[in-house]
């Protein structure tokens, strides 16, 4: 029985970052278990890595690493947690996250809040005997006087406990995070973190929020770094028309509204790779049909993590089904061979 919807009116009584603490001490009391059978079909290789599908947890959801081992059960073929920076650090004021109901988005500007790289990994260390993938999501604290170094510091302390690393240079909520994107920085971070020589595929996650000719840009630039994989996108700082009364509220959005900018982002830059580097789908994902549309534009992996706060945990699963349902009355085998075909 789906219990989410009758669940949802008192979660929602709640404001947005007390409902999803709650939500994490609840998964915490979960036992973890086997994850539910997939169809073959699914299964998908990318960066030498074994996906059982390619429906996985984008980070955000679990910052700290607390509940990984439950998003797993819960049916999703990959989690990324995370971000995690090299100290603990608070984020911005509270309040900084805002559900958009109307309009079934959220607006966050957490600002990398976390327990510290050493907290998560201790509790990633407790999950090495799955294997499962986990995958972690590094940034830079906001107050570094090198932001550079503590990508390295963190790809080099993280790597022993995740399957693949997340350099996460597109949150709009650390004051010039994002102008790590721009050419001499980018080149500058990836050289770095290609220097520390870990053994680990490194993925990069860009922002949707791009300039004419940056999708070239990043791309060459991930090549030639051997970038394993490319993220998009993050939130945008754009706002299309909305509905709620926390529209103006500042920070970063996600969930629906931002679907049309997430799908054009990845589109963009499927136009720019032609397929040389593997992307991963993320923004305003929440059915099965929107899986399959970001899979078809270019994407072998999607993420998703506002579509929960509607829609349950549950809904890994659900779209699990419907993709294996839309791949059996396709006219390809599996969900690597529908990749980028609309492209």
Same mark, same amino acid.
């Given at each position: ?17 007390? /409902? ?14 086997? %994850? ?66 109307? *309009? ?18 201790? #509790? ?18 906001? *107050? ?18 995740? #399957? ?10 650390? %004051? ?22 870990? #053994? ?16 070239? #840009? ?14 998009? =996108? ?27 900018? /997430? ?11 032609? =397929? ?13 049909? *929107? ?7 270019? /994407? ?6 506002? $579509? ?24 390809? $085998?599996?969900?690597?061979? $529908? ?5």
């Amino acid at each position: 029985m789906h219990l989410y919807p009758f669940l949802r009116p008192f979660a929602f009584a709640l404001d947005a970052e007390t /409902a999803h603490r709650a939500t994490i001490a609840a998964l915490k009391l979960m036992p973890t278990h086997a %994850p539910p059978p997939v169809p073959a079909s699914l299964h998908t290789r990318v960066a030498g890595l074994d996906f059982p599908s390619p429906v996985g947890l984008a980070a955000g959801f679990d910052k700290n690493a607390e509940v990984p081992e439950q998003m797993l059960s819960l049916g999703f073929g990959f989690v990324e947690v995370g971000t995690v920076t090299p100290l603990p650090q608070a984020g911005n004021p509270r309040p900084r996250v805002f559900r958009l109901a109307e *309009d079934r988005g959220v607006i966050n500007r957490l600002g990398f809040n976390n327990d510290g790289q050493p907290a998560a990994f201790g #509790r990633l260390r407790e999950c090495a005997h799955r294997s499962e993938i986990i995958g972690v999501n590094v940034g830079a604290n906001k *107050d570094s006087a090198d932001r550079i170094a503590d990508y390295v510091r963190g790809v080099r302390a993280m790597a022993p406990v995740a #399957r693949y690393m997340t350099i996460n240079i597109s949150s709009p909520n650390t %004051p010039g995070l994002r102008g790590l994107q721009d050419q001499g920085a980018l080149e500058d971070l990836l050289a770095a973190v290609r220097a520390v020589g870990v #053994r680990k595929p490194i993925f990069l996650k860009v922002a949707p929020d791009f300039a004419p000719g940056d999708p070239e #840009r990043i791309v060459r630039a991930a090549i030639d770094h051997k970038i394993a994989a490319l993220i998009v =996108g993050n939130t945008t700082l754009s706002r299309p028309p909305l509905k709620s009364r926390f529209a103006r509220e500042e920070g970063g959005l996600s969930g629906r509204p931002l679907k049309p900018l /997430a799908l054009e982002a990845l589109r963009a830059f499927r136009a720019a790779s032609g =397929g040389e580097i593997p992307l991963v789908g993320v923004g305003g994902i929440a059915t099965a049909e *929107d899986a399959w549309e970001r899979i078809c534009a270019g /994407a072998s992996l999607i993420q998703l993590y506002s $579509a929960m706060v509607y829609e349950g945990p549950r809904i890994a699963q659900r779209i699990v089904r419907g993709l294996a349902a839309r791949l059996r009355v396709s006219e390809f $085998a599996t969900i690597a061979d $529908a990749v980028g075909t609309s492209a």
